[in-house]
């Protein structure tokens, strides 16, 4: 069966700090991989998607990047973080090349910049 | 995209059936419904997806207008831990984008005892 890690599962982060957070997905090849984010009291808002190694989409023009790596990995980072990148970021997958497949989300992480 | 409105809060009792309303009036023909939920603190958990016909699983049930222009997601005995922000979905299917999931506000249900 296929599961998604994302770790860490909480973060708080002084303003200007690095960020690196870290998905995983096992049991599936070539997934379609998406970084989510959930702003407090807010909806969650399509940051990135890959649908290949080294292929990243930003649907958003923000002060964060991604990186695919490796086939199933999928890197959420930033040079100098700022407070307006606050929230709790969600790591998801689905299955390629299929018009009505489902999308399953990792746990999230809550991160705090202060 | 087709956008979807759904009610921002809604409210349920215990063991009666919650019946969450969405309107995707600008829903293309080959476009999905789906529904997600998320529990506090957690991630959207998939519940249902349709495209014509309605749909049941050991969850919910989907109801889809014929003119495909509005939806209903029915939870037929509807528990505490049903209490959640439910996002209906219309699938974004072009081009680039492959798929994505775009949510909205969705609609809060709080059960209560």
């Known amino acids: 069966s296929q599961t998604i890690h994302q770790w860490p599962a909480t973060l708080v982060q002084p303003v200007g700090s690095p960020l690196s957070l870290e998905c995983t997905v096992e049991?599936?090849?070539?997934?379609?991989l998406y970084w989510y984010r959930q702003a407090a009291g807010r909806g969650l808002q399509l940051l990135f998607y890959?649908?290949?190694?080294?292929?990243i989409s930003s649907e958003v023009p923000q002060n964060l990047s991604a990186s695919r790596p490796q086939d199933r990995q999928f890197i959420l980072s930033s040079k100098k973080l700022l407070l307006s990148d606050s929230g709790f970021y969600l790591c998801?997958?689905?299955?390629?090349?299929?018009?009505?497949?489902?999308?399953?989300f990792g746990q999230g992480t809550r991160l705090t910049v202060v | 995209d087709a956008k979807t409105t759904q009610p921002p809060s809604m409210d349920c009792a215990e063991g009666r059936a919650a019946n969450l309303p969405c309107n995707h009036s600008?829903?293309?023909?080959?476009?999905?419904v789906y529904w997600y939920r998320q529990i506090h603190s957690q991630g959207p958990q998939y519940i249902i997806h349709?495209?014509?016909n309605n749909e049941t699983n050991e969850m919910a049930s989907l109801i889809i207008t014929e003119d495909r222009k509005s939806s209903t997601l029915i939870l037929p005995h509807a528990t505490l831990r049903d209490t959640a922000v439910y996002y209906c979905i219309v699938r974004v299917n072009y081009g680039g984008s492959q798929g994505n999931l775009i949510f909205g506000k969705g609609t809060k249900l709080s059960v209560k005892p």
């Open positions: 049991g599936t090849s070539n997934p379609n």
């Open positions: 998801a997958w689905r299955k390629p090349g299929q018009a009505n497949t489902e999308a399953f």
């Open positions: 349709g495209l014509k």
């Open positions: 890959s649908v290949g190694i080294g292929q």
């Open positions: 600008t829903i293309s023909g080959n476009e999905y």
